[in-house]
């Protein structure tokens, strides 16, 4: 299994953008549907967005549309998760891992999550 390693996180104010990357630890993500998920304290792990391989087909849950655009490197080297207008209940662990469909946001069961990246959106 391609391992995912996550990064670009950090505190930013409300209202703010920041741009997280995924990226593999070796080979590319070409052919890969890769989606972004993020768990909030006490919450359960909620699926953000996903894009497919050929950047047809992108999805995202309801409370970020408008807000968070992905994206894929056209080396196939990495996936963007492009998040503005930040808010506070955006604040989570984004990981990115390898889907078998961009149809639902379902969170895979059984798989080898990364370490993810803390996203703090506070003032």
């Known amino acids: 299994q391609v391992q995912l390693v996550e990064s670009g996180g950090g505190l930013v104010q409300p209202g703010g953008s920041m741009r997280l990357s995924c990226t593999p630890s070796?080979?590319?993500?070409?052919?890969?549907?890769i989606a972004w998920f993020r768990q909030a304290p006490g919450k359960e792990r909620e699926g953000v967005s996903c894009?497919?391989?050929?950047?047809?087909?992108?999805a995202y849950a309801d409370s970020v549309k408008g807000r968070f655009t992905i994206s894929r490197d056209s080396a196939e080297k990495a996936v963007y998760l492009q998040m503005s207008s930040l808010k506070p209940e955006d604040t989570a662990v984004y990981s990115c891992?390898?889907?078998?469909?961009?149809?639902?946001?379902?969170?895979?069961?059984?798989?080898?999550w990364g370490q993810g990246t803390q996203v703090t959106v506070s003032s």
């Open positions: 891992a390898i889907v078998s469909t961009c149809n639902t946001l379902d969170v895979p069961q059984h798989y080898s």
């Open positions: 070796r080979f590319t993500l070409r052919y890969y549907l």
């Open positions: 894009i497919s391989y050929s950047t047809s087909t992108t």
